[in-house]
Protein backbone atom coordinates (compact mmCIF):
# COMPACT_ATOMS: atom_id res chain seq x y z
CA UNK A 1 0.00 0.00 0.00
CA UNK A 2 1.06 3.30 -1.20
CA UNK A 3 -0.88 6.21 0.29
CA UNK A 4 -1.00 10.22 1.32
CA UNK A 5 -3.45 12.55 2.63
CA UNK A 6 -4.50 16.14 1.64
CA UNK A 7 -6.29 18.08 4.15
CA UNK A 8 -7.36 21.54 3.74
CA UNK A 9 -6.61 23.67 0.50
CA UNK A 10 -4.40 25.72 -0.81
CA UNK A 11 -0.68 23.89 -0.13
CA UNK A 12 -0.22 20.99 -1.99
CA UNK A 13 -1.30 19.27 -4.71
CA UNK A 14 -1.45 15.80 -5.54
CA UNK A 15 0.96 14.44 -8.31
CA UNK A 16 -0.18 11.13 -10.10
CA UNK A 17 2.88 8.65 -9.99
CA UNK A 18 3.27 5.96 -12.57
CA UNK A 19 1.10 2.85 -11.21
CA UNK A 20 3.37 -0.16 -10.04
CA UNK A 21 1.22 -3.60 -11.26
CA UNK A 22 -0.36 -5.05 -8.14
CA UNK A 23 0.26 -1.45 -5.78
CA UNK A 24 -2.77 -0.31 -4.29
CA UNK A 25 -2.79 3.67 -4.23
CA UNK A 26 -4.81 5.64 -1.83
CA UNK A 27 -5.45 9.40 -0.92
CA UNK A 28 -7.31 10.36 2.32
CA UNK A 29 -8.55 14.21 1.54
CA UNK A 30 -11.19 16.53 1.89
CA UNK A 31 -10.43 17.90 -1.52
CA UNK A 32 -12.31 17.83 -4.77
CA UNK A 33 -9.01 15.51 -5.74
CA UNK A 34 -9.53 13.72 -9.15
CA UNK A 35 -6.91 11.20 -9.94
CA UNK A 36 -6.48 7.91 -12.00
CA UNK A 37 -3.95 6.34 -10.05
CA UNK A 38 -4.77 7.64 -6.59
CA UNK A 39 -7.54 5.92 -4.90
CA UNK A 40 -9.96 8.65 -2.90
CA UNK A 41 -10.60 8.26 0.55
CA UNK A 42 -12.84 10.74 2.71
CA UNK A 43 -11.05 11.04 6.48
CA UNK A 44 -12.80 8.99 8.74
CA UNK A 45 -11.59 11.20 11.32
CA UNK A 46 -11.47 15.04 11.65
CA UNK A 47 -9.74 17.95 13.64
CA UNK A 48 -10.39 21.39 13.56
CA UNK A 49 -6.61 21.66 12.42
CA UNK A 50 -6.34 20.11 9.18
CA UNK A 51 -2.22 18.92 9.76
CA UNK A 52 -3.78 16.54 12.61
CA UNK A 53 -6.06 15.45 10.43
CA UNK A 54 -3.86 14.44 7.49
CA UNK A 55 -1.62 13.08 10.55
CA UNK A 56 -3.97 10.29 11.71
CA UNK A 57 -3.43 8.33 8.93
CA UNK A 58 -0.18 9.04 8.10
CA UNK A 59 0.45 7.67 11.71
CA UNK A 60 -1.96 5.20 11.91
CA UNK A 61 -1.68 2.77 9.20
CA UNK A 62 -2.75 -0.24 11.31
CA UNK A 63 -6.09 1.38 12.03
CA UNK A 64 -6.43 2.14 8.09
CA UNK A 65 -5.00 -0.86 6.16
CA UNK A 66 -5.94 -3.91 8.05
CA UNK A 67 -5.59 -6.07 5.03
CA UNK A 68 -2.24 -4.89 4.33
CA UNK A 69 1.48 -5.87 5.46
CA UNK A 70 3.37 -3.09 4.24
CA UNK A 71 2.86 0.61 4.11
CA UNK A 72 4.93 3.17 2.20
CA UNK A 73 3.55 7.04 3.10
CA UNK A 74 4.50 9.67 1.61
CA UNK A 75 4.05 13.70 2.29
CA UNK A 76 1.41 14.80 -0.37
CA UNK A 77 4.28 17.10 -2.14
CA UNK A 78 6.18 13.47 -2.72
CA UNK A 79 5.74 11.31 -5.36
CA UNK A 80 7.10 7.91 -5.68
CA UNK A 81 8.77 6.64 -8.48
CA UNK A 82 8.13 2.71 -10.53
CA UNK A 83 10.95 1.39 -8.63
CA UNK A 84 9.67 1.94 -4.73
CA UNK A 85 8.54 -1.93 -4.08
CA UNK A 86 12.38 -2.93 -5.09
CA UNK A 87 13.48 -0.31 -2.79
CA UNK A 88 10.84 -1.06 -0.23
CA UNK A 89 11.54 -4.63 0.19
CA UNK A 90 15.08 -3.67 0.62
CA UNK A 91 14.69 -0.90 3.21
CA UNK A 92 12.42 -3.35 5.36
CA UNK A 93 14.39 -6.48 4.75
CA UNK A 94 15.87 -6.51 8.56
CA UNK A 95 13.70 -3.78 9.77
CA UNK A 96 10.28 -2.75 10.23
CA UNK A 97 10.30 0.89 9.94
CA UNK A 98 12.57 3.25 7.41
CA UNK A 99 12.97 6.13 6.90
CA UNK A 100 15.26 9.38 6.28
CA UNK A 101 17.37 11.18 8.10
CA UNK A 102 17.29 14.87 9.10
CA UNK A 103 19.23 16.68 6.70
CA UNK A 104 20.39 19.02 9.15
CA UNK A 105 19.97 17.84 12.69
CA UNK A 106 20.28 15.09 14.94
CA UNK A 107 19.36 16.89 18.22
CA UNK A 108 15.47 16.71 19.39
CA UNK A 109 16.33 19.72 21.59
CA UNK A 110 17.74 21.79 18.65
CA UNK A 111 14.99 21.06 16.50
CA UNK A 112 12.44 22.51 19.20
CA UNK A 113 14.48 25.53 19.06
CA UNK A 114 14.16 26.30 15.65
CA UNK A 115 10.69 24.86 15.11
CA UNK A 116 9.73 27.80 17.78
CA UNK A 117 12.08 30.23 16.23
CA UNK A 118 10.64 29.89 13.08
CA UNK A 119 7.50 30.33 14.72
CA UNK A 120 5.70 26.74 13.67
CA UNK A 121 4.11 25.85 16.50
CA UNK A 122 3.04 27.55 19.52
CA UNK A 123 6.26 27.92 21.76
CA UNK A 124 4.57 26.66 24.61
CA UNK A 125 3.37 23.63 23.28
CA UNK A 126 6.52 22.97 22.05
CA UNK A 127 8.24 24.29 25.80
CA UNK A 128 5.96 21.58 27.46
CA UNK A 129 6.73 18.68 26.04
CA UNK A 130 10.37 19.59 25.09
CA UNK A 131 10.55 19.62 29.13
CA UNK A 132 9.00 16.34 29.88
CA UNK A 133 11.35 14.53 27.50
CA UNK A 134 14.02 16.42 28.79
CA UNK A 135 12.80 15.09 32.74
CA UNK A 136 12.27 11.63 31.26
CA UNK A 137 15.87 11.69 30.33
CA UNK A 138 15.77 11.55 26.50
CA UNK A 139 19.51 12.28 25.66
CA UNK A 140 20.69 15.13 23.53
CA UNK A 141 21.81 14.16 20.11
CA UNK A 142 19.62 11.09 20.02
CA UNK A 143 18.85 11.16 16.26
CA UNK A 144 16.39 12.85 14.20
CA UNK A 145 14.82 11.71 11.22
CA UNK A 146 12.98 13.62 8.25
CA UNK A 147 9.22 11.69 8.29
CA UNK A 148 7.87 12.49 4.84
CA UNK A 149 8.55 9.28 3.61
CA UNK A 150 7.81 6.15 5.77
CA UNK A 151 8.40 2.64 4.45
CA UNK A 152 6.49 0.24 7.49
CA UNK A 153 5.61 -3.35 8.48
CA UNK A 154 2.80 -1.22 9.89
CA UNK A 155 1.20 -4.37 11.72
CA UNK A 156 4.72 -5.19 13.35
CA UNK A 157 4.38 -5.31 17.26
CA UNK A 158 7.25 -3.16 17.82
CA UNK A 159 6.09 -0.71 14.94
CA UNK A 160 2.20 -0.44 16.92
CA UNK A 161 3.56 0.73 19.79
CA UNK A 162 5.52 3.46 18.70
CA UNK A 163 2.82 4.92 16.29
CA UNK A 164 0.37 4.80 18.92
CA UNK A 165 2.47 6.45 21.16
CA UNK A 166 3.67 9.21 18.69
CA UNK A 167 -0.01 9.85 17.93
CA UNK A 168 -0.72 10.30 21.47
CA UNK A 169 2.30 12.99 21.51
CA UNK A 170 1.15 14.43 18.57
CA UNK A 171 -2.90 14.66 19.62
CA UNK A 172 -1.76 16.28 23.32
CA UNK A 173 1.20 18.18 21.91
CA UNK A 174 2.84 19.46 18.89
CA UNK A 175 2.15 19.37 15.74
CA UNK A 176 5.92 18.79 14.23
CA UNK A 177 6.68 15.19 12.97
CA UNK A 178 10.01 14.99 13.94
CA UNK A 179 10.40 15.89 17.58
CA UNK A 180 7.37 13.57 18.91
CA UNK A 181 8.58 10.97 16.55
CA UNK A 182 12.02 10.47 18.40
CA UNK A 183 10.41 10.20 21.40
CA UNK A 184 8.49 7.51 20.66
CA UNK A 185 10.89 5.75 19.56
CA UNK A 186 13.46 6.14 22.19
CA UNK A 187 10.53 5.72 24.81
CA UNK A 188 9.70 2.01 22.55
CA UNK A 189 13.24 1.25 22.16
CA UNK A 190 12.10 0.16 18.33
CA UNK A 191 15.11 -0.39 15.74
CA UNK A 192 14.85 1.63 13.23
CA UNK A 193 16.80 1.62 9.62
CA UNK A 194 17.96 5.14 9.25
CA UNK A 195 18.13 5.98 5.03
CA UNK A 196 21.11 8.41 4.36
CA UNK A 197 20.63 10.86 1.85
CA UNK A 198 17.82 13.61 1.72
CA UNK A 199 14.78 12.60 0.05
CA UNK A 200 14.94 15.81 -1.99
CA UNK A 201 17.75 14.27 -4.05
CA UNK A 202 16.36 10.59 -4.07
CA UNK A 203 16.52 9.21 -7.47
CA UNK A 204 13.29 7.29 -6.19
CA UNK A 205 10.80 10.46 -5.43
CA UNK A 206 10.11 13.23 -6.97
CA UNK A 207 10.14 15.78 -4.47
CA UNK A 208 8.14 19.47 -4.64
CA UNK A 209 8.55 22.40 -2.25
CA UNK A 210 5.94 23.56 -0.75
CA UNK A 211 5.54 27.37 1.39
CA UNK A 212 5.69 26.10 5.31
CA UNK A 213 2.66 26.37 8.01
CA UNK A 214 2.03 27.64 11.30
CA UNK A 215 0.77 24.00 12.88
CA UNK A 216 -2.01 25.45 14.63
CA UNK A 217 -3.65 26.94 11.81
CA UNK A 218 -7.84 26.27 12.19
CA UNK A 219 -9.20 25.28 9.32
CA UNK A 220 -11.47 28.23 7.45
CA UNK A 221 -15.04 26.29 7.78
CA UNK A 222 -14.12 25.64 11.66
CA UNK A 223 -13.63 29.53 12.54
CA UNK A 224 -16.80 30.39 13.36
CA UNK A 225 -18.08 27.40 15.28
CA UNK A 226 -17.40 26.04 18.11
CA UNK A 227 -16.77 22.32 18.04
CA UNK A 228 -14.91 19.68 20.29
CA UNK A 229 -10.92 19.20 19.69
CA UNK A 230 -11.79 16.23 17.64
CA UNK A 231 -14.73 14.55 16.15
CA UNK A 232 -14.33 10.68 16.22
CA UNK A 233 -15.53 7.86 14.19
CA UNK A 234 -15.04 4.24 13.47
CA UNK A 235 -12.27 3.73 11.21
Given at each position: MIYTALAGSGRDTIVDPIPVPGVDYACFTDQPVKSSVWQIRPFSWTHKEAVRTA????????????????SLWVDANITPGPDIIR???????????????????????????????????????I?????????????????LWECGVLFRRHHAPGV???????????????????????YALWKTGLP????????RQSPFFS??????IFWGKVQKSERKREMEPCLSATL
Open positions: KHPKVLPHKYFPRHTLVLNIYLREHDLALHRHPRRTCLYKEARVVSEAKKDYPEINKAILRYSREGLPRNFGVEAMNLWWQEIKIGTQSDQMPFAVKTIDGDVYQDHPP
